[in-house]
């Protein structure tokens, strides 16, 4: 369990360089974002580029579906070096190793995601192994991941290893169950042959839709690391966080909460809007710890910011240029202790806000650490080139249907890659199944596929509306 501390302390990590860019170590804790545009459309990603490292975003990551697309990525670099910007460019790689071999002669950097480089996607099928049938899996791991990370040596190409709570393996779930555990251990059988092979040059994230899973996860990883004697860098944030007041109160709460607690290298604030609109949220995140504004002091009486614990009461006491400002910086001091149960109830004192919006505002952090639901929640992707519909005026839609659900919630997904996995906590979900077709989910279970996108809205409403007849506006 998290303390309640007024210091702040920063986790020592090995250095990692990423083209021209270093991380980690005694380095600033670096922002990034990732385009939404069709990595095979150079013009678009190139100037949607510019706009995210124009916004101050040191790092920009690009869907690398299929080896065109890893290929293209030279000619998304030639043309933003043309144009006179050198920020490292990242490909995402998931399902194909091969993939990654490509991409990683002509990107600084390429994220690799352990539950599908190697082993199938995700079905939620419970398999059986014997321990030498596990240790041949892991085996398999290891060779096809040498050969790349002899590519990266050869390249000076960094890689991150990306594990996602929506597609851990079913070789993993089947052993570890569905647990911070699993998750964690996901990533250092990846680590593992990474120092195996003296490759140092490794930067690793944990994130989940759930705040909750993701802290706990990200802090298992580190004292497990600790324990092996690892220190490589860390990537942080909260996937499919959504959009809105809610995607950033999301993100505070979760990014935040680790960020006070002296964990976290590199951060991306993933919203369901232009990409470049993640980077000030994420500015103010950092600057926050980096500029010591928290955590906050620990006292009961006195004046300023303050915050303090009573009858299982968070009371936090702030001031902030603006509203915005006050949201993240609420989140982000509540975070670890909402997220630890230290407290179940908060209190927001602040002399820019009216009491109903200090109820609204502790509502709605109380949502993002998953201690009281008051509304409809929704878990939708931030949108990248593999994206198959217009997520901004789907997701908009959806909301304007469903928003008086209080406590359902509802996945939206651009595509099928972290799909029905982050949408296991969620009661439906809506998932880009094709170009123009949708599959629709009640939990896990697909149970509408490749519907027309022009009826999908209306075929999730009568899904809802038939499991909660009580809840139908007619």
Do not use: W
């Not at 979900?429 to 027309?452: D, Q």
Request: glycine share 8%; with cysteine; proline share 4%.
């Amino acid at each position: 369990m998290a303390s309640m501390k007024t210091t702040y302390q920063r986790r020592h990590s090995s250095v990692v360089q990423v083209g021209n860019l270093q991380m980690g170590g005694d380095n600033p804790i670096r922002i990034q974002s990732m385009t939404t545009t069709n990595t095979m459309d150079t013009e678009a990603c190139v100037e949607q580029a510019i706009r995210i490292i124009e916004a101050g975003g040191e790092l920009v990551r690009l869907t690398t579906q299929g080896t065109r697309e890893a290929e293209n990525m030279k000619n998304i670099s030639e043309a933003l070096r043309q144009r006179g910007y050198h920020t490292p460019l990242v490909a995402d790689v998931h399902f194909n190793a091969k993939v990654a071999d490509v991409a990683a002669h002509y990107c600084e950097k390429v994220r690799i995601n352990p539950g599908n480089y190697v082993d199938p996607g995700r079905t939620f099928k419970h398999l059986e192994y014997t321990d030498e049938e596990y240790a041949e899996e892991l085996k398999k791991i290891e060779r096809q991941l040498v050969p790349f990370l002899n590519i990266c040596k050869e390249h000076h190409t960094a890689i991150r290893i990306g594990v996602n709570h929506g597609s851990l393996s079913d070789r993993i779930m089947s052993r570890y169950g569905d647990t911070p555990e699993g998750i964690v251990e996901s990533c250092l059988e990846f680590l593992r042959i990474c120092r195996k092979e003296h490759f140092s040059n490794v930067v690793i994230s944990i994130k989940a839709s759930n705040t909750v899973v993701m802290v706990q996860s990200v802090r298992l990883l580190v004292k497990a690391m600790d324990q092996e004697d690892m220190h490589y860098p860390l990537h942080l944030g909260v996937t499919e966080a959504g959009e809105g007041e809610d995607g950033r109160i999301k993100s505070a709460v979760g990014i935040g909460a680790l960020l006070t607690e002296g964990i976290g290298d590199t951060i991306r604030v993933s919203l369901s809007e232009e990409p470049e609109k993640e980077i000030p949220v994420a500015r103010q995140l950092v600057d926050f710890v980096e500029k010591g504004i928290l955590p906050l002091p620990i006292q009961k009486e006195g004046h300023g910011e303050r915050m303090y614990i009573e009858d299982d009461t968070l009371h936090l006491y702030l001031d902030a240029p603006n509203y915005e400002t006050l949201q993240l910086k609420a989140a982000m001091a509540a975070g670890s202790l909402l997220i630890d149960r230290q407290a179940t109830k908060l209190e927001i004192h602040s002399p820019l806000l009216h009491p109903e919006q200090a109820v609204i505002l502790a509502d709605a952090i109380l949502q993002a650490a998953r201690i009281k639901f008051t509304k409809t929640e929704y878990i939708s992707c931030p949108g990248c080139g593999r994206t198959l519909y217009n997520l901004q005026d789907t997701i908009a839609r959806i909301k304007r249907a469903t928003q008086h659900l209080v406590g359902l919630k509802i996945g939206i997904m651009g595509c099928i890659v972290n799909g029905p996995g982050e949408m296991a906590d969620a009661d439906y979900g809506y998932v880009g199944a094709a170009r123009g077709k949708i599959s629709l989910y009640r939990s896990k279970e697909c149970v509408l596929k490749n519907i027309p996108e022009e009826e999908a809205v209306e075929r999730l409403l009568e899904l809802i509306y038939k499991d909660h007849p009580e809840a139908s506006p007619q």
